[in-house]
């Protein structure tokens, strides 16, 4: 008889078996290695070596694999070498997965990052307090103030110093937020 080792809806990388929830645990971990694992087409299950950092214990090694069958394969934030993540940890059995709800691991978490900071660079958000960012870009007032007239912004925010095009008075400028 056939036997599988993994759900068909599922696999090692998709969740914990349903009855050993208590089991598991949340550590913090860093990505040391990875290995492609043959297949016959791309994408390539993978096998991600980690250091695992339990609190209080002694950090020790695991491994993730991870394949296209996997349930949550299509949201897996491909980790790179070096990379801090959540993961999921069964002591009893060794197993250890990508905890899925550490926004580390979300591709739609982080595109949702993405696309707030990049929301941020499009509405001229001035760079914080503190950043030792530099303009240009800069981000101009809409209107001069001493003069009232309307401030070409695209211009202004690319000057090297700039200022009104009409009073010729220099304009308030903050260096605009970047990546």
């Known amino acids: 008889m056939f036997h599988r ?8 990388a998709a969740e914990p078996r349903r009855g ?6 949340k550590v913090i971990g860093n990505v040391v290695d990875k290995r492609l694992l043959p297949a016959e087409y791309p994408p390539h ?3 991600f070596g980690v250091q695992l950092h339990p609190e209080g214990r002694e950090p020790f090694r695991g491994e993730v694999q991870v394949s296209p069958s996997d ?8 980790p790179q070498i070096g990379d801090v993540r959540g993961f999921i940890h069964n002591p009893a059995s060794g197993e250890t997965l990508f905890d899925m ?3 580390r691991n979300s591709w739609a978490v982080q595109n949702a990052e993405a696309d707030k900071l990049m929301g941020a660079l499009l509405k001229d958000t001035p760079a914080p307090m503190g950043e030792s960012v530099t303009g240009p870009p800069w981000v101009v007032p809409p209107n001069c ?3 009232g007239a309307a401030v070409d912004q695209a211009k202004a ?6 200022h009104c095009a009409y009073c010729h008075q220099p304009l308030p400028a903050q260096p605009r937020a970047r990546f």
Request: with cysteine.
């Open 20 to 25: 050993h929830e208590q089991q598991w645990e």
């Open 71 to 78: 349930r949550n394969w299509e949201n897996l934030y491909q």
């Open 157 to 162: 925010a690319m000057d090297l110093e700039p």
């Open 145 to 147: 103030p001493t003069c």
């Open 101 to 103: 709800t550490d926004g």
């Open 45 to 47: 299950p993978k096998i």
């Open 5 to 12: 080792h993994h759900d068909a809806d599922g696999g090692p």
